[in-house]
């Protein structure tokens, strides 16, 4: 470590040059991987979110929650076996503002009022405060298109008219923002446009592991995680993606190993010096890596400053979200492969023989 600063302190001007490329590599690499979890948040948040285990669903609806249907009286029956259940609709629709004539796409997420599944509201208030009106909550990137708390929108097809009650964080469905209704003003709506609907449910949501008895046949319970991975394009969108974000991360890497390899080629005289006055290859393969690391850990820091301050300057319908665990696990898998990548110089630096280093030769 001591020998790694100083060699840092004597070449500042180099490793300043390469800190600069280091930082502005794991940026794009942490900024990218931010943009990859804010579109897969922007398929599934509405169900990643919602506090339930596992979803009713019907047999043959091959676990997406859209195609499913599920008879109502299923929900009593769960209920008198003690089972936590919720009923819940998904509809995609467009609405409008009063006296404005410009539609916004909206996927309609049915459930009662007041059930474990009703998100908490960042502003307002519930569903189960409606006063008897027609109320809904709207994901936060409505109030970006100029709607407020208090206002009428109104769906588009149907006409049904709602109050906005409140405001809710993150809430998306298939890239697409959500308003929660209650299922008693889904019903009137589907009844709007086709006075043959006969009410039932997508799915019901579940909190808890209890036995359902349900027949396989005609049902079964699938888990969060599972009603996820088959929203449909979610894989595929989540896979690519990611796969591009790693594939950054390697790129980025074994550019930083390539430098090291440069920079070890400049120092044989010197590492041949250093090995003739008794410094070991260990010693001097210690020296590297800890420069390696000293610079990697460095730019991660800077990094991940720089790319949470940018997401906090981000507009709110911009799709970028990126925890803190996941950002560390990138920037450590970062500094790991860049410490591999400098391996080829440990080698070279374990091949060199001082007498024909600092007679200026060349070494296999």
Known sequence: MRYALKEIAFEKKKYILIELLLILLMFMVLFLSGLASGLGRAVTSAIETMDADSFVVDESAEKMITVSKVETGLLDELRAKGVEAAPLDIHRMHIRKQDDDEKLNITY????AGSFIEPEVIEGKGLSHSDGEATILLDDDFRVEGISVGDKVVDAAAGTEFTVAGFVKDRMYGHTSVGYITTDSYTKLRQALSPMYVPE????????????????????????????????????????????????????????????????????????????????????????????????????????????????????????????????????????ISVLSSLLSVINISRIDPIIAIGGGDNE
């Open 109 to 112: 997420f049915a459930i009662e």
């Open 201 to 336: 449910y997508h799915a019901i949501a579940v909190k808890g592991d209890k036995d359902l008895g349900l027949d396989p046949d005609i049902l079964e319970s699938v888990s969060k995680k599972e009603i996820i991975k088959n929203i449909p394009s979610y894989t595929a969108e989540n896979m690519t993606i990611t796969m591009i974000v790693w594939v950054l991360v390697i790129i980025s890497a074994v550019i930083i190993g390539i430098f090291n390899y440069i920079m070890t080629l400049q120092k044989r005289r010197q590492f041949g010096v250093m090995k003739a006055i008794g410094l070991s290859g260990g010693e001097l393969a210690g020296m590297l890596i800890c420069e390696v690391c000293i610079v990697s850990v460095f730019a991660g820091i800077v990094s991940l400053g720089l790319t949470f301050g940018m997401a906090a300057a981000m507009p709110e319908k911009m799709p970028f979200y990126l925890e803190v665990s996941n950002a560390v696990t990138v920037t450590a898998a970062f500094v790991v």
